[in-house]
């Protein structure tokens, strides 16, 4: 078997080095041949680099290394065009530091292009002083990659003053590529955030966003075919269903994919079921965003959202839940057309994140993770402990500090306590399902849990739950499943902050 390129986004590096490749030259082809300008939005650690990478191997005539791929007899690898790379790796934590990881990254291009900017201390007019020497000198049109073209604003989301700073520069920086048209071929930009064009790509009205076109849904990413053919003989003894429950679920318009890290990762450890994406990289920018508003974050993972909201968003006005789907935290369950407009519904791709997201979530809400609890928690439902189940919830909010409600109004918000329960038992990898409609309504929580569905409806106050339940009949939903169906209504209280009531009933 080949090897697995665990690590390695360099094209070279994997073709010489015989690693096993997924070929993707098909759509880079397809892209060079359609498109002058074009964006790429993808969450991280998803293959972005390396199919940048191999563009850069295709302009620059390497067609040693696409012997046996689709590219190979259909490019004409004799045509090289000199290639500027824009590599946005380094420190964004002042601007001046953002100068220099430019400064630097335009050293590197002259260095391999093999020539010298006059202009070195200034990133903007180096970068238009490259695009005309590099023409000059090759007599021939130059190509411009970015990689992860957001990065100095996505690393300062918790300093708005900074990411703006950020922002502004870049726009000063990417609005070279317009002014200097007449000698650029192509050029291709990736990231995780779609930022408003008016704000970073100033002028540059001719870009093309590829993110959610459907012939490009798998330009990263491994298919579900490609785990059941190129990566069978690397799963003997695996059972396919549970991976693909753990890691595939990314939906953008195509067929769903897995992020790559994760495949990768999960066969060089021998094939244990872990949180690889999730532990590659701490979203401390979510609990950022968390703490401005009361988020029920229920609602957060069944969420229908315009597509105008997928597209762009403006640095100091970020929605939380446009960061989660393009962050890869949230993906598409469908695309609806409605009324002369296209709205998308999301939803956690795959039991990894719905996992860790959750975890990340417990601690935000109650400053602590308690495994244990979690643990309790599964046994009771298992075997339709209500008993247990009740007494372990009640020990929980008992336990949440009492500072996580001073200066707020959060035990009369009904979302914080629906919030705990959601996090903590989906957290646990149950079969849940947040804001279930039916006809009569939307149920706060619906668990499915071996043979037992748990339908659970919260209030604050003294509204009825149970009686909510019954009357809007939310059972009719799974009466056919032949499953034992228990309606749980729970009612908080303002004073205590805990469970005042707590009734079920055995349908």
Known sequence: MQKLPVGIQTFSKIREGGYLYIDKTDLALDLITNYQYSFLSRPRRFGKSLFLDTLHNIFEGKKE??????????????????????DWAGDFKTLESTHQVAIQTLQENQDRLGLQCDFNDNPSGCFRELIHKAKEKYNKPVVILVDEYDKPILDNLDNTERALENRDFLRSFYVMMKANDAYIKFAFLTGISKFSKANIFSGLNNLTDISLKPKYGTICGYTQDDIETTFLPYLEGVDLERVKEWYNGYNFLGDKVYNPFDILQFLT????????????????????????????????????????????????????????????????????????????????????????????FIDYLTDTIDYKTQDNLYDALEVADIATFKETFEALFASIPYNNYVGNKIEEYEGYYASVFYAYLAATGFNIVAEDVTNQGRIDLTLLVEDNIYIIEFKVGSDDALKQIEQKNYAQKYQNQNKAIYLIGINFSKESRNIEKFEYKKV
């Open 269 to 360: 450890n021998d094939c244990l079921f872990k949180n690889y994406w999730w532990e590659s990289g701490n979203p401390y920018y979510l609990i950022t965003l968390l703490k401005q508003k009361n988020y029920n974050i229920p609602e957060l993972e069944n969420l229908t959202i315009g597509d105008e909201l997928l597209n762009s968003f403006e640095v100091d006005k970020i929605k939380l839940e446009v960061l989660l789907f393009q962050a890869g935290y949230l993906t598409i369950k469908e695309q609806i057309q409605k009324r002369n407009r296209i709205e998308y519904s999301l939803k956690v791709p795959n039991l990894e994140v719905q996992i860790s997201l959750n975890i990340l």
């Open 65 to 86: 290394y696409f012997k046996d791929l689709a590219i190979y007899d259909k490019w004409n690898f004799e045509d090289v065009y000199p290639v500027i790379k824009i």
